[in-house]
């Protein structure tokens, strides 16, 4: 069992930039697959992306591929989200959670055990 702890997040204008990290306590959350999601006021939950515990397999929705990336640090128990271009349909509260299960769909919110609390990103002029 882990507690990830989202932070980071922030007021940013469009155009610009965040990173937000995804950490907790537990040295038994470096072997956790690890996801990005957000929920923006009035929609659905959002698959973001997500990376394995060693890092080498990462895999983003559409929708902000090629302006979000994620890392992690192993040694610090964190994993980042890197957010650029930061557009206005990105405002929303960013989730990471974490899971071991195998198989599925890593989009899957259903698959991911361990939730944290939710950092707000607000892009705004």
């Known amino acids: 069992q882990v507690q990830p702890v989202e932070s980071g997040g922030g007021l940013v204008k469009p155009g610009g930039s965040l990173r937000l990290s995804c950490a907790a306590s537990?040295?038994?959350?470096?072997?956790?697959?690890v996801g990005w999601f957000r929920r923006a006021p009035g929609k659905d939950r959002e698959f973001v992306g997500q990376?394995?515990?060693?890092?080498?397999?990462?895999s983003y929705a559409d929708s902000v591929k090629g302006r979000f990336s994620i890392s992690r640090d192993n040694a610090k128990n964190t994993v980042y989200l890197q957010v650029n271009s930061l557009k206005p349909e990105d405002t929303a509260v960013y989730y990471c959670?974490?899971?071991?299960?195998?198989?599925?769909?890593?989009?899957?919110?259903?698959?991911?055990?361990?939730w944290g609390q939710g950092t707000q990103v607000t892009v705004s002029s």
């Open positions: 959670a974490a899971t071991l299960r195998l198989g599925g769909p890593d989009s899957d919110p259903s698959k991911y055990d361990y």
């Open positions: 537990e040295r038994s959350f470096n072997v956790f697959r």
């Open positions: 990376i394995s515990w060693s890092g080498r397999s990462t």
